[in-house]
């Protein structure tokens, strides 16, 4: 994975000649690296893009949208495993959250029954709220979502 980087900090860097986009990034390797992992940051760009989609999928279950609610279930256990590359010590308090919650919900959308979504969902939240509480954030309380933000809504969808 560093070989690949180093290759695209060079494209990157050797292309900047003629585009001040990229002038931020420094043009010493390590300091680069420093630079890219900071933008990335640790865990909480993962966790603002699993509240996203948090949101979509509750809100996919509401319009029985079952391939949407599944799509954004999936992104988020992407979103989770890639916070967990930049910070593994949150690991443990993910892994059953991973391995259990997920599964579970991905289960409930198979059967495309809404109200056992929504029963199942709030157990997903709550689980939500336990991996907060094991990392000592628990001031961090998740809720069901009141508000949706996406245009997408495809109630009484044919599938």
Not at 18 to 34: F, G, H, P
């Amino acid at each position: 994975m560093k070989y690949i980087l180093t290759i695209l900090l060079f494209v990157l860097v050797g292309c900047d000649d003629k585009n001040d986009n990229l002038r931020w990034l420094s043009s010493d390797i390590d300091s680069a690296y420093v630079q890219i992992e900071r933008q990335f940051r640790r865990f909480d760009m993962a966790m603002q893009e699993v509240g996203y989609r948090y949101t979509e999928l509750y809100f996919a279950g509401q319009d029985d949208n079952w391939s949407y609610a599944k799509y954004h279930l999936d992104k988020i256990k992407t979103a989770i495993d890639n916070g967990l590359e930049r910070r593994p010590k949150r690991a443990l308090s993910a892994h059953s959250f991973i391995n259990s919650s997920i599964p579970s919900l991905i289960n409930t959308i198979k059967s495309k029954n809404r109200n056992k979504f929504l029963k199942e969902f709030d157990i997903f939240r709550q689980a939500c709220n336990s991996c907060h509480i094991s990392e000592k954030v628990e001031f961090v309380k998740v809720v069901l979502p009141e508000t949706r933000y996406s245009p997408v809504n495809l109630s009484n969808s044919q599938e």
